[in-house]
């Protein structure tokens, strides 16, 4: 599935540094400096670890996750690397006396010891098989953990969030992200737009995240922009050219005041011989001057049907004559479903009125609070809405506000470690594990399956017994018609060594939206969604309950 | 209250950048710069506008908001300035082609022209009121709006969300931020630490957090360190020196060995006869050896009562042989309530069984999903808890993600604007306002009061009728004790004409927690508090109320 990267041995590559300058070795726990200080002391730092980072349940009371903030992560760890201040606060930071041989050790260490696999970026995953297995010496690999899991999980989160307001909005609506107020500081902002998209959003507001990925930008105006003007008597510069700068109208405001005469004149103008406000009037006339071939007007900030809409119109109009086409109305408050039907009402009225042949399509663009449920009840009610801005719910993920990824230990000097708990759910898997995706003969994925390293891969057409890993009477025998292994190598030490490309982010995207295409529809539902199952084999069932019983103290009732 | 900074003529100041390089003039909606470009094109750019940025209800239920990044604000006003590189993607990004002049506009903005007049960082703050009030050009100070609302609302949400924290742990517990890896990304994490810190917390464990805002460390190890060992066997470096480096003991694992043996013959070790896990206790006399001076286990990974505690026990007992005092244990799993009180009696069983005087109190910290709500469960069970450490319900705002904060227009060219809306909470208060808290006899704070610009001040002892801004009955009549001013000048036009100094990190924190310390405790509960009471002048009421009925389009039913 993936194209293999053309590194023909003597081309040298370079992997970017992280996005944020803020991730550097230091942004992590002080509890894995100290971990890797007390592994460096016991001799233990270069024992070869295996850890395996994961979810334990999807968000949002769904049964999907698409995985996220991968190449963010292969960035961190191709660049791994302390500098001499981070070295002199560590000093500092350290509880205790600090030997300096340990300063020594980190500051040559990086991540030439460390191989991570992974699971491609963009894909849907489930709980409990491994987004990213990262293997090297237990002192750099528990180092990493903290930014690791931190660049995964909202990454993750966000991504799932956008993606889950893609399958309620549908696929004919555009999704615009419109959060970086609203955003969990200045990043929180810049990821979730980058993250939105990659879920499946059409563009963002945000202009730093346009320009650092490449994501479409959209904006029109704020109600502020229209309160700021008193009357069109303000607007100075009155002309405009037509839109093939054959003609100018010399007066663009009085042919926007006489369309707005005839809309009064109309029957189907609402509150009969009502005047539409005219500082609003001047804020639509002035942006159509500047924004001829973009008009969109906020037509909320008096009165949407008795004021905005109808301004929109005349200017839409009068830009119309020039040959300009408006490109629409953006709603932020009141009943969205009724409004945007008005809207479209008062739209068809005009085309009619008019005979201006595509007025009736005008777009509509709905924002204010929008979330995955009033999308949903948006949808139940019937509403003429083209496009959703979604903001502060999408980006903070407000519904559910964290994911809960984890790396755990799973293997050290090839011996396999489990994490015990009095809670089943926090239980890990050990062993160093190969994983694989077992599709159906309908062609949607069927079954995720964790086996050990030495046991041999799923084969087509072969039956094979998937156990659940906890539950010993929940286990099935599956015949794949088709298998495809889930982790691939994404850094083997040196960027000249990176296996797998990464995409650009279009191409996650777009990975992203085929996958989640490809499931099937009861996994995705919002209510009630199917578990997809997450299996291991049996031989791997076996080893975790012969190792669990190894480990549990035996307890005695007293 | 405030200390002036002194600037005495000649002294040149200068303001650092954002603590996130991320934060530049492109850190905004594109919506700013095509109403930017509109109000350039309509030679409306430099007409003088006044904004205030508000929220409208405070978060997680409750009825105050610490406010929190005002000098992050302040860093990105002084700072403000476009790059080449943002001109040209500008130039890219802007619907429609862009004249040049605006580039050269933008080119030379600055916020020379701005001010900025706030309420000091770490303030107890209300809805409605202006935390910030920017005046100056409409361009530039409409080009400020998203990155302001950015860097203000995720920082007062989980200062807010820290103080509330501190408020149900009560000021004997110690509390520390644990959330990096849970956060809404890199400094999603990095503002966290900051933020919870200025809101009550002790300490975090974010090691990058330490560094920019020196916030003191904490931290000890995790569930990986203890199960990357498999028994003592695997310590090769066994001696450790006394505290005061007077003897060494060779064989500090058998001495460790030798106290387990001793604990495990009393009669109060739970499970009688039951062997503790050896790779933990490997685990827990490496990590001393590493650090003892400060060793604390984490005593959940395999079993709390029969396991960790006593293996944590033994190894403090043997260090305690040294001179040296251990810090504790960290339970992160578990009914914590129950757990921390048998590891206090056992603590108080190894003091009296041993006649070692002060173990029975030993430093208990809890982790592990904590939230508010929890707190107030375990402090009703009933728990011997000494510090919590807590994560993802802190730095997330897991109860609620976002906080509402606006910025509005409220004049411009010296006439006041409002908002209007449907939604009666979403009206906007018109006018450069001047806003004042009032205090009461017994000291706390009554009322903020906004008045407009040029009405006379309250004074003391001078009765004052205060009126809700939008309930005609709501008022009341008041007689302050005190009379505060909250907005103060932060920005005038050059670093040179700052007027109030902005303060260290922690006394920020504490003019937040002496403020806390100052509300009526009504105010503050977590069930139904008493909101706090917002107000307007008489005359600031009445000229709301006529502008409104102004602005507002008259109905008609039909």
Known sequence: MEEKSDNGGTMKSVIEAPTNPMVTPILTDLYQLTMAYAYWKAGKHNERAVFDLFFRKSPFGGE??????????????????????????VRDAMPGKCEEGFLD????????????????????????????????????????????VNLVNFASLVATNAARHRIVAGNSKALLEFGLRRAQGPDGGISASKYCYMGGFDATSNVAAGRLFGIPLKGTHSHAYVSSFMSPDEIVEKSLRS???STSCEDFVSLVQAWLNKIQRTKFMAGGFGETNSSELAAFTSYALAFPDNFLALVDTYDVMRSGVPNFCAVALALRDLGYKAMGIRLDSGDLAYLSCEARKF?????KEFGVSGFGKMGITASNDLNEETLDHLNKQGHEVDAFGIGTYLVTCYAQAALGCVFKLVEINNQPRMKLSEDVSKVSIPCKKRCYRLYGR??????????GENE??????????????????????????????LLKCYWRGSPDEVREDMLPLKDIRSRC??????????????????????????????????????????????
């Open 64 to 89: 999907f996750t698409v995985f996220a903030g991968l190449e963010e992560c292969i960035r961190f760890i191709a660049n791994y690397k302390f500098t001499e201040e981070h070295i002199a606060f």
């Open 105 to 148: 050790y980190l500051r040559q260490l990086d991540c030439s010891e460390v191989e991570v696999y992974a699971i491609p970026e963009g894909s849907i995953v489930f709980p409990r098989v491994p987004l990213l297995r990262v293997e090297g010496p237990v002192g750099v690999a528990q180092l990493l953990e903290t930014t690791l």
């Open 243 to 245: 839109v093939d700068g």
């Open 347 to 351: 739209f068809q009225a005009i085309e």
């Open 442 to 451: 309908e062609g949607y994925p069927l079954v995720d399956l964790m086996i």
């Open 456 to 485: 041999p891969a799923p084969k087509v057409e072969e039956r094979i017994l998937c156990r659940h890993p906890f539950n010993e009477s929940k286990r099935a025998y599956v015949v794949p018609q088709r298998v495809e292994e």
């Open 513 to 558: 939206i085929r996958q989640l295409d490809k499931m099937r529809p009861d996994h995705m539902r919002r209510l009630n969604p199917t578990p997809y199952k997450v299996s291991v084999s049996a031989k791997l069932y076996d080893f975790i309950h012969f190792l669990w019983l190894n480990e549990a103290p035996v307890g005695e009732l007293q």
